[in-house]
């Protein structure tokens, strides 16, 4: 097959008869903009994920031989467990595997309701329950939902990487909320009432949260939902795809406070708390306005969710927690060796997080200091310079909305985590000031 039409060809030929090559030049720059792929402004300003990208950098390193320790990816190391294998085993033999409802099915939905009510205490019908490809979907689905061109978000930071691109593909402004480690990297309810106008549509938030692990207690909850309940047109978005990894006595939702559940949206999944990743599975629960536009939505673009998945998603919401709690327990010891090991190193900040399995580390006081000549500038070059000297993937706070901070995830065995922070020790005494 000839990648050039034969008027290409032609002037191929004229080159070897000795025509001008810079004519043969110009016709090529021509031919090549009037036939390259014309994408979207929209696409070509759309962010790339910082930490997919530092994950993709850290495997091609690690298949050049080099034996790189991987903290940049939040995903539990941890195999599902095994009576919901069985489920999904089970779904296949009983053909489980034709188109479904696009919120999912009954049973799933229902499933989801019983396990909203058990561990919540949120009363929701299985019609309130939409099911999706993950969590990350039942987020962006809503916002399309939400937003009209303008409409500003509330998003307090550091907050997870994608948050802020979904806000504005979704034609919305994300109005940054900012907190540092000194407050546990928790806003305050006068920022809140602060960053309220007449344009703000919703607040955008998770606890526990990535990347910071930070948990919002009871009080600190209602503190913020007495700040809403004076705005009630605001949707409040809960994501608490970290709920099974808590380490306080419970896991406390905004929506259990006064006025809440009414406005609000909880947006949860499988991936964490049962380490199901790559199941995909999340959903969202919502007054029943916003979950038939949601299906409405989720109908156009990718229907349901995967049959089997959500067949196995009933036996992990309705079955034994068991296993969920123990690798919950793993993830507490992981942490405190974690932030030990951390915290001994000099110029490093770090609040104690309760939750998910992240610590974000202030690492300020390095930036400015130089290797080999070159000056970190930020810490993105931190991240870098970790990556190529130590060989440790971490991911810059700026994806988060925080500069001057990194993200490591401890999802991984603790003699790995052990070596990483040595790792991490040498490479950082290495820099001059």
Excluded at 85 to 96: D, L, P, S, V, Y
Excluded at 100 to 121: C, F, H, I, M, W
Aim: charged share 20%; aromatic share 10%; with cysteine.
């Amino acid at each position: 097959m000839e990648l050039y039409p034969p008027k290409f060809n032609s002037f191929r030929n004229a080159l070897n008869a000795n025509v001008h090559r810079f004519q043969l030049n110009c016709f090529l720059a021509i031919f090549e903009a009037e036939h390259m792929t014309k994408l979207s402004q929209k696409i070509l300003e759309l962010r790339d994920s910082e930490t997919l990208a530092m994950a993709a950098r850290s495997r091609a390193l690690a298949a050049q031989g080099y034996s790189v320790i991987n903290l940049s990816l939040g995903e539990p190391d941890f195999p599902t467990p095994l009576h919901i294998q069985e489920a999904a085993h089970e779904a296949i033999r009983n053909n489980f595997t034709y188109y479904t409802p696009v919120a999912g099915y009954a049973e799933t939905r229902k499933a989801v309701s019983e396990k909203l009510l058990r561990d919540n205490q949120l009363e929701y019908s299985p019609e309130q329950i939409v099911c999706s490809t993950g969590a990350k979907q039942s987020i962006i689905n809503l916002l399309l939902c939400l937003l009209n061109p303008g409409d500003e978000v509330l998003l307090p930071a550091p907050y997870w990487v994608s948050y802020l691109s979904m806000i504005e593909w979704a034609s919305g402004i994300p109005v940054v909320l900012p907190s540092g480690v000194e407050q546990s990297y928790k806003i305050r309810p006068e920022q809140l009432e602060a960053a309220i106008t007449p344009k703000t549509k919703a607040f955008l938030f998770s606890s526990p949260c990535n990347p910071t692990g930070s948990v919002y207690t009871a009080a600190e909850l209602e503190d913020l939902a007495r700040v809403f309940r004076k705005y009630p047109d605001i949707v409040v978005i809960s994501d608490e795809i970290y709920e099974y990894i808590n380490f306080l006595p419970q896991h406390d939702s905004i929506l259990h406070c006064a006025g809440m559940q009414e406005r609000g949206v909880i947006i949860n999944g499988l991936s964490k708390g049962f380490s199901m990743t790559g199941w995909r599975f999340g959903y969202l629960a919502a007054s029943q306005e916003i979950a038939t536009a949601c299906v409405k939505l989720q109908g156009q673009f990718t229907s349901a969710t995967c049959s089997i998945t959500q067949r196995a998603a009933i036996a992990a919401l309705t079955g034994d927690l068991t296993p969920t709690h123990e690798m919950r327990d793993a993830f507490r010891s992981r942490r405190d060796v974690a932030l030990e090991r951390l915290l001994s190193i000099d110029g490093i900040r770090c609040n104690r997080p309760d939750g998910a399995f992240y610590l974000f580390p202030d690492i300020s006081h390095y930036l400015g200091h130089t290797f080999n000549g070159q000056t970190i500038q930020d810490a993105g070059a931190l991240c870098d310079y970790l990556l190529n000297e130590a060989h440790v993937a971490l991911v810059a706070g700026d994806a988060f909305g925080a500069p001057g901070c990194l993200r490591m995830s401890y999802a991984t065995g603790e003699d790995r985590i052990k070596e990483a922070m040595d790792r991490i020790e040498r490479a950082l005494s290495a820099l001059e000031s």
